[in-house]
């Protein structure tokens, strides 16, 4: 089979790296893919949002299966139009994609069917949200209804902040369009979890859970990120939750998508948050996040493949997928300087297995030798029976990949370490 993957970080790279498990896998391209990537598939120069080109590139090279795996493709139709061009697909289509590319779309749907999230109000006028913003509860979330790189929520501390929060994103437009609706939500507090699920629009099962690691510095200091670490399991997400969830939170969206004529088809990721009075939604995403799939991936025993093809075809009820009963841990690696400004081009060295056991999310090739070229560069990760293992043999990895100004947190997993010692 050819297998064709859309996107260029460590989440493809993980993807694809569990898509070569699959005896039937000849070729994997990966458009546009990175320098890293190259080494388990084929990198076809073809951008991410260029979805012509995909469906051309396609049909060219008889591709049989497609994973279409970051959110703007998803939200622009990739899955549509290869769909009509006769390629079999995993992703949501783009009906099904505002799940996450609209904030008040999803809000609107958990309000409807009754799903758990943080009370809020929607805006798409300015004086009415700083009206809003003049009597609501402090601190308060304010959110660009569309898609913002992960940028586009500002939780503020104060009114002051809440009123800068709004007139940035609705006046000044710091995420364009996205802000010309804001979403103003009650602000929620306790442990969050990551749970990606598989569903074929009937069925969901929701993959081993994880915890992102967010913010630049250790001990969740300095500014927020695309995401510097996961672990898996996550310790907080327990089985009694986990059935509460199901209950009240996946198959009420599932069953809330098709009643919606929206059928969400690929994978559906539930950013929760745990509070006092119960489990509720943050956010959905449409799509793998991204590092989460590192560990999650890394723990899947079932095939990928057919995993995903069960999604494709309807048939997920039929079709086991199994997690081993261990512990996974993705420490990122980044530029110095990220999230503000770095220099890329430094030379990566993997000594040992550390290769085997690395994503790269930002490395171009150059002469042949991969160099960075990107804030996060690579995710390097490890699987053991326990947690506690599974960090030191990450961080043991860590120290056999360098770069010039290599920088990662020293703490990925400690807080999950502590919850399991409570
Ligand atoms: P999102 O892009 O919606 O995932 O939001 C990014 C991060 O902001 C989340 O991972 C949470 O840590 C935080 N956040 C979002 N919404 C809320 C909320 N209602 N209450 C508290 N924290 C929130
Ligand atoms: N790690 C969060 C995301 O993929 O959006």
Redesign the pocket.
Same mark, same amino acid.
């Given at each position: 089979m050819k297998v064709m993957v859309i996107g260029g970080g460590g989440r493809e790279h993980a993807i694809i790296k569990a898509l070569k498990k699959n005896p039937t896998v000849e070729t994997i391209y990966c458009l546009p893919g990175n320098g890293g990537i190259a080494a388990d598939a084929v990198c076809v120069n073809i951008g991410a949002k260029d979805i012509p080109a995909q469906v051309t590139f396609a049909k060219e090279n008889g591709i049989d299966y497609a994973v279409v795996a970051p959110d703007d493709p998803l939200a622009l139709g990739a899955v549509d139009a290869l769909t009509e061009a006769g390629v079999p697909c995993f992703g949501p289509n783009k009906a099904a994609a505002i799940i996450e590319s609209s =904030?008040a779309f999803s809000k609107d749907l958990m309000k409807k069917y009754g799903i758990p999230t943080?009370a809020y109000e929607t805006f798409t006028d300015l004086d009415a949200a700083l009206g809003y913003i003049e009597k609501c509860d402090i601190?308060v979330?304010v959110?660009a209804d569309g898609l913002a790189l992960?940028k586009?929520?500002i939780?503020a501390q104060t009114r002051d902040e809440a009123r800068e929060a709004v007139r940035s994103m609705m006046e000044d437009k710091i995420f364009g369009d996205s802000g010309n609706c804001v979403v103003v939500?009650?602000?929620?507090?306790g442990p969050?979890v990551s749970v990606l699920s598989f569903t074929d629009g009937e069925t969901v099962v929701p993959m081993v859970s994880s915890m992102?690691h =967010?913010r630049v510095g250790d001990n969740d200091t300095g500014l927020?990120t695309g995401g510097m670490g996961t672990i898996a399991p996550n310790p907080c997400y327990t089985e009694a939750i986990a059935a509460e969830c199901m209950e009240k939170i996946f198959l009420p969206t599932i069953r809330a998508m098709k009643a919606e004529n929206r059928t969400f088809k690929g994978c559906l990721y539930f950013?929760l948050?745990l509070t006092e009075k119960g489990p509720k939604v943050?956010?959905y995403n449409c799509r793998f996040g991204d590092p989460e799939t590192q560990v999650v991936l890394p723990l899947l025993k079932s095939d990928l493949l057919t995993v995903m093809q069960a999604v494709t075809n309807e048939t997920l009820a039929e079709t086991p997928v199994e997690f081993a009963d261990e512990s996974a841990c993705c420490v990122v690696m980044a530029s110095g300087g990220y999230p503000g400004k770095y220099p890329t081009g430094f030379p990566i060295t993997m000594k040992g297995d550390a290769a085997e056991h690395t994503y790269v999310a930002g490395a171009k090739l150059s002469d042949g030798v991969m160099v960075t070229g990107g804030g996060r560069v690579l995710g390097v990760t490890a699987t053991a029976p326990t947690l506690k293992e599974a960090i030191e043999k990450a961080y043991s990895r860590v120290d056999n990949v360098s770069f010039e100004g290599a920088y990662y947190r020293h703490d990925i997993g400690a807080r999950a370490l502590r919850e399991l010692e409570k």
């Open positions: =904030k943080a601190p979330v959110k992960g586009g929520v939780i939500e009650e602000f929620l507090t969050e992102d =967010k927020n950013g948050m943050i956010e």
